[in-house]
């Protein structure tokens, strides 16, 4: 885990260490994780972190920079489960992606929901408990969630679909399920096909929802209002082979990547920061 100083732009080590994928608490470097997945600042002195391979959750402080166990198994090889209840005894099965549920929906509990393999779960700091907010047979080993900007629902990604829970009923519904692999489709929400690669989703605005289909080499956008699928960005089927990563930015008629992964928004620039391997650029959103 690493910090990075943006008056000199260089990483500062924080906890843990390069190539050694283990458990271990402790402080600085002699802390251990095995695959570190998704971040919580939490306050100006503690990081919550979802230490994946590990199954479980941490915590680091940055006053000390020691990490501790706050949550699950860690360490155990039998450890692998979803196990609800107080933050002592609870389970979990790779967390990650974090995100802050809105006091609207929390009553004001400081609450994190979260991606756990095929469960969505949630972490209540002022209980101190860890429960399952929705679960589906159909929907298999999610990959990454949002919140819509009204803060009304969680949309989230799996291996061959999309879906939306109601954070308010609890509700869940599939809003698209792939009953094929292959190339991706557009088209339809209901009948587009979405491969297993997605690894960001974010909102341009209300109605539109994109998504970085990694596998692909591509940007899907969803169009809530219309329920219609589009793709933007496509690299040339002549080009795949030597598609090692890499971004060629511009508007959305010219725009190009390899293996998108990270998205963001920013609205008053009208562009789509794209994060790739090992490339990082933009396209505009005049047009969408």
């Excluded at 589009?230 to 089927?237: D, G, R």
Aim: aromatic letters at 10%; proline letters at 4%; one cysteine or more.
């Amino acid at each position: 885990m690493k910090s990075l100083n943006t008056s000199h732009w260089q990483p500062h080590v924080i906890a843990g260490r390069d190539n050694f994928d283990e458990y271990q608490e402790g402080q600085g470097s002699n802390a251990r994780f095995n695959f570190m997945e998704s971040f919580y600042q939490r306050n100006s002195t503690t990081v919550i972190v979802a230490d994946s391979g590990n199954n479980c959750v941490r915590i680091v402080d940055r006053i000390t920079n020691t990490t501790s166990r706050l949550s699950g198994r860690c360490g155990d090889p039998d450890g692998f489960g979803s196990i609800d209840g107080p933050f002592y005894s609870a389970g979990f099965a790779s967390p990650s992606f974090f995100v802050r549920l809105p006091d609207t929906v929390s009553g004001g509990h400081e609450q994190l929901a979260f991606k756990d393999f095929s469960a969505v779960r949630k972490m209540d700091f002022t209980t101190e408990t860890v429960s399952t907010m929705a679960q589906d047979d159909q929907i298999q080993q999610l990959s990454a969630l949002t919140i819509n900007p009204d803060n009304s629902s969680l949309y989230l990604s799996f291996l061959n679909g999309i879906a939306k829970l109601d954070l308010l009923t609890n509700k869940l519904t599939i809003l698209s399920l792939s009953r094929r692999h292959g190339r991706p489709v557009d088209g339809p929400l209901s009948v587009a096909v979405f491969e297993s690669g997605i690894s960001s989703l974010t909102f341009l605005n209300p109605s539109v929802l994109l998504i970085s289909d990694y596998n692909n080499d591509m940007i899907r956008v969803v169009d809530l209002i219309t329920e219609e699928v589009t793709s933007l960005c496509q690299i040339p089927e002549a080009s795949k082979y030597s598609c090692y990563g890499g971004v060629k930015s511009g508007d959305i008629q010219e725009c190009a990547v390899c293996s998108p992964n990270a998205l963001l928004v920013i609205p008053e620039k009208n562009q789509v920061l794209l994060g790739s391997v090992g490339f990082f650029g933009y396209i505009k959103t005049t047009g969408l």
